[in-house]
């Protein structure tokens, strides 16, 4: 005569790659006596997969990536090359990139373009050779890129230093 068995389960979820709702393990192990108390259960909570947002506006790009289930963080980038091929702003790319895999909820970095404003405005002519910005803000050689500027003129942010030999931030 069988004997009757009252099984309690208790299940908790956890993040995995594995799809959802898949048995990652239990206590106690298969093969073991029946126990008197509860079966624990781990089920897997599958990840997403962040969308590519490439070929979207800003807007529409923060909205792809919440309806996917993730939080949106944007960070904007300037770039001489993209300003002169478009004069809106754009995604350029999301960290994690595109189809990688993610925890829901968790967030996911939009990076975006923003056009420069034009040269003529933005770059200041006592530095020919690069593009850097008048005062304000006044610059400083670690807050550039550059490093042996050729420097014409006025030096408004001082890169030249005290020899005034035509070279600033000189490595």
């Known amino acids: 005569m069988a004997r009757e068995l009252e099984v309690q389960l208790v299940a908790s979820h956890e993040w995995s790659p594995k799809s959802d709702g ?6 106690p192990f298969p093969g073991s006596p029946l126990p008197a108390g509860p079966i624990y259960v781990t089920v897997s909570k ?3 997969f962040v969308p590519d947002v490439g070929v979207r506006s800003i807007q529409g790009a923060k909205r792809a990536l919440r309806r996917a289930g993730f939080e949106v963080r944007v960070v904007w980038r300037n770039h001489h090359v993209l300003s002169l091929l478009s004069d ?10 595109a189809f990688s895999e993610a925890r829901p909820g968790s967030v996911v970095t939009l990076v975006a373009y923003r056009p420069l ?15 850097i910005p ?3 803000p006044d610059l400083d050689c670690p807050q550039v890129s550059y ?3 050729r420097v014409v003129g006025p030096d408004p942010h001082g890169f030249d230093g005290y020899d005034n030999d035509g070279v600033g931030c000189e490595t």
Request: proline share 22%; glycine share 8%; aromatic share 4%.
């Open 117 to 131: 404003p034009s040269p003529e405005s933005a770059c200041d002519p006592s530095y020919p050779d690069v593009c």
């Open 147 to 149: 490093t042996n500027i």
């Open 134 to 136: 008048s005062p304000p």
């Open 88 to 97: 809106r702003p754009q995604p350029i790319g999301t960290h994690p990139s």
């Open 46 to 48: 599958g990840f997403l």
């Open 22 to 27: 898949v048995i990652l393990g239990q206590d």
